[in-house]
């Protein structure tokens, strides 16, 4: 990608407003729903991991699809705000090859979720299906890592904005 391209994002007015309006409606609320976007997202594949390792073992894995719109909500959240701090940081992002780690898990583990739900809501009794094991697990570690690659974009990246590059 072109600075062309990233100087245009960044000099519209939306980027603008997210990265440095005078406001707590700004900057400020946009991490706040992207942390609670990453909460609910995250937080379903975790339940479906710990059922599968033997926690709350009375809880029936069909039980357990009732957390897809739950997920399909916190995942919409998080990634509509993530959308966000991209526009009013593109050049910070897309020139970061942890970005590119992040959203490679962010969609392997939104499908290993949405594949362990699935799983879950055919099963019957208390037996859990290796299959899902697998699958809760796998997201579970998918999202952990989506979330350690995101913390990892703030010290990472080599070009703030087009015209302004990294103090340090």
Wanted: with cysteine.
């Amino acid at each position: 990608m072109t600075d062309t391209f990233f100087r245009w994002i960044e000099s519209s007015d939306l980027s603008t407003w997210v990265r440095s309006a005078p406001t707590v409606f700004a900057f400020p609320t946009v991490l706040v729903f992207h942390a609670l976007g990453m909460g609910l997202a995250v937080g379903v594949p975790v339940v479906l991991a710990l059922r599968s390792l033997g926690v709350s073992e009375n809880l029936a894995p069909r039980a357990l699809a009732g957390f897809l719109p739950v997920f399909v909500f916190g995942f919409i959240l998080a990634v509509g705000s993530g959308l966000l701090l991209v526009i009013a940081y593109p050049t910070k992002a897309l020139t970061n090859p942890v970005f590119y780690v992040k959203m490679a898990a962010l969609l392997l583990g939104a499908a290993a979720t949405l594949g362990a739900l699935r799983t879950f809501s055919r099963t019957q009794g208390l037996h859990m299906p290796p299959i899902g094991r697998l699958q809760a697990c796998g997201a579970a570690l998918l999202m952990a890592m989506t979330i350690t690659a995101g913390r990892y974009l703030a010290y990472t990246y080599s070009r703030l904005t087009v015209d302004f590059d990294r103090l340090f």
